[in-house]
């Protein structure tokens, strides 16, 4: 079966950087877009940042210019630089997958920036 996991959170001051990733360490499967959503405290999952196949990104508007998400050309592996952290990054961060109808996430990583 597909398990994505992550790495690559921690404690962070605001101005900071962090970079995750996220690799499918089980089942191969022909992925075909790749994104990292984020849920803070008491709020809904919210998409950060996509990239399909074909490399086109998009990105939440609160992280234009400071993060940036890419993959690996086997599409087996996905990253999120995360670059000027402020506090209102700070949630845990999954990470997810998918082709055809099919989705899978990984398990989350928690990233905290201090003020």
């Known amino acids: 079966q597909v398990q994505l996991v992550e790495s690559g959170g921690g404690l962070v001051q605001a101005g900071g950087s962090l970079r995750l990733s996220c690799t499918n360490s089980?089942?191969?499967?022909?992925?075909?877009?790749m994104a990292w959503y984020r849920q803070a405290p008491g709020k809904q999952r919210e998409l950060v940042a996509s990239i399909v196949g074909g490399g086109l990104t998009n990105y939440a508007d609160s992280v234009k210019g400071r993060f940036t998400i890419s993959r690996d050309r086997a599409m087996k592996t996905v990253n999120l630089q995360m670059n000027a952290l402020k506090p209102e990054d700070t949630a845990v961060y999954y990470c997810q997958m998918g082709s055809s109808g099919n989705s899978f996430w990984g398990q989350g990583t928690q990233v905290t920036v201090s003020s």
């Open positions: 089980g089942r191969a499967f022909a992925f075909s877009a």
